[in-house]
C-alpha cells in the first residue's frame, strides 16, 4: 500500500510542475507581444456653409391625365384599343352606334342642296340690283340658312359618337367592351401621359420659410432609394390647412423614372445652416447606439460622443462634441478604441457638400 501511495503522490507532484511551467511560458509569451500601430486617416474641421436635407412624404401624380367619357348615351358599337396602349393625340378609340345620325346627316345634305336650288331661282328675279340687306332676306325665305344649320347639327351630333385622343399618351383603366350601353356619366377609359409627373407633398408652417417657386427638390422613390430625381416647385398653396400644413406642388423634372400615378415618394428639400462644424459621414461611427467622432491628439485616438445637427448626402453638421480646429479621423476608424495608437495620414480634401 505504501509503495501504491507513494507512486500516486510523485505523479501529481510531476503534473502540477509541468503545468506551472507552461504558465510562465504563456506569459512570457503574451509579454512578448507588440501591437503596431493603425494607419488613418485625419483632417482639420472647421465651421462651414451646410446644407440639411429635410425630408418630407409625397404623392406622384400624372399632371396630363383624363376620364374620357362620351358624350351621347348609346349602345358601344367598336372599340379601336386596349389597356395600355400608346395612342396619338385625335386617335380614334371608340364608337357609338350612328346608323341613324348618318342617316340624318344624308337627309340635311338633301335639304341643303333643294334650298341652295331655290335660293339660286329667287336670287335670279333680283338681277343684279340685290342688295346686301335682300341678299341675306332671300337665304332666309329660301331655307338656305335654315338648311345649313341642320347639317351643322346633325354633323355634331354624328362626332360625338367618335371618342378620340385628346392629347398622346397610354389608356388606362377601359373596362368597356363592344356592345355595352353607356351614358355620359360613365367613364369610356383613362388616358395618362407618362412623361408629364407632378409630386404633391405639404410642409409645416416653421418650414414653409425653406420653400420657395422655382426651388429644385430631390425626389427617392421607395421602388429604388439609390436613384435620385429632380423635380422643381411650381406652386404653393397660399393657406395653411387644420393640420398646419401648406400644400406644395412640384414638377419631375427627370426622364424615365418608371414611376407612376399614386406613387409614394420621399421628397428632400435642403434647408441652409451656416457656421457650423461639418464633417465626412465616414468620420462618425457608433459605439454602443450613441455616435461617436475619433479625434487626434499626440498620436492617440481620442474618443468623442457628438451630437448632430443636420445630415445630407455624405456629411453631418455637428452640434456638440467637436471644436473648431479639432484633427477628426475619417477613415479606419472602425475598430479604433480610445487612447489607441495611430499612423495619421492628414488630407486636403474639404468635408461639406453646398
Known amino acids: 500500500m505504501n509503495l501504491k501511495f507513494y507512486f500516486i503522490l510523485i505523479l501529481i507532484i510531476y503534473m502540477f510542475s509541468k503545468c506551472k511551467n507552461n504558465e510562465i511560458v504563456n506569459n512570457e509569451d503574451y509579454n512578448d507581444i507588440s501591437y503596431d500601430t493603425i494607419k488613418v486617416l485625419t483632417k482639420k474641421i472647421d465651421v462651414n456653409y451646410f446644407n440639411k436635407k429635410i425630408l418630407f412624404n409625397g404623392k406622384i401624380n400624372y399632371s396630363l391625365k383624363s376620364d374620357l367619357r362620351f358624350t351621347q348615351n348609346n349602345i358601344i358599337s367598336s372599340i379601336k384599343t386596349s389597356v395600355g396602349e400608346i395612342v396619338k393625340y385625335n386617335q380614334v ?65 354624328y362626332n360625338q359618337t367618335i371618342l378620340k385622343a385628346p392629347f398622346s399618351g397610354i389608356i388606362a383603366n377601359l373596362e368597356k367592351k363592344e356592345g355595352d350601353f353607356i351614358t355620359t356619366a360613365d367613364v369610356f377609359c383613362t388616358l395618362i401621359n407618362p412623361n408629364k409627373l407632378e409630386v404633391f407633398f405639404s410642409v409645416l408652417e416653421n418650414e414653409f420659410q425653406f420653400v420657395s417657386i422655382g426651388q429644385e427638390i430631390e425626389i427617392l422613390s421607395f421602388v429604388n432609394n439609390d436613384e435620385s430625381l429632380k423635380g422643381r416647385i411650381t406652386e404653393i398653396n397660399p393657406l395653411v390647412d387644420k393640420n398646419g400644413l401648406i400644400k406644395i406642388k412640384a414638377k419631375v423634372l427627370s426622364k424615365e423614372t418608371n414611376l407612376l400615378d399614386g406613387m409614394n415618394v420621399k421628397v428632400l428639400i435642403n434647408k441652409p445652416l451656416k457656421d457650423v462644424i461639418v464633417i465626412p459621414k465616414e468620420a462618425l461611427v457608433l459605439r454602443s447606439n450613441r455616435q461617436v467622432v475619433f479625434t487626434l491628439e499626440k498620436g492617440l485616438a481620442k474618443w468623442n460622443y457628438v451630437e448632430v445637427a443636420g445630415e445630407n448626402n455624405n456629411s453631418y453638421a455637428i452640434k456638440k462634441g467637436l471644436k473648431v480646429s479639432d484633427t477628426i479621423i475619417v477613415s479606419g476608424n472602425l475598430n479604433l478604441s480610445h487612447d489607441a495608437k495611430v499612423n495619421a495620414t492628414f488630407i486636403e480634401k474639404e468635408v461639406y457638400i453646398k
Open 93 to 157: 378609340l371608340g364608337l357609338l352606334e350612328n346608323k341613324i345620325l348618318e342617316n340624318s346627316i344624308e337627309k340635311a345634305k338633301i335639304e341643303l342642296q333643294k334650298a341652295k336650288y331655290k335660293f339660286e331661282e329667287e336670287k335670279i328675279n333680283f338681277g343684279n340690283n340685290i342688295t346686301k340687306s335682300s341678299f341675306e332676306n332671300l337665304k332666309i325665305r329660301s331655307g338656305l340658312f335654315e338648311a345649313q344649320n341642320n347639317l351643322d347639327r346633325a354633323q355634331i351630333e
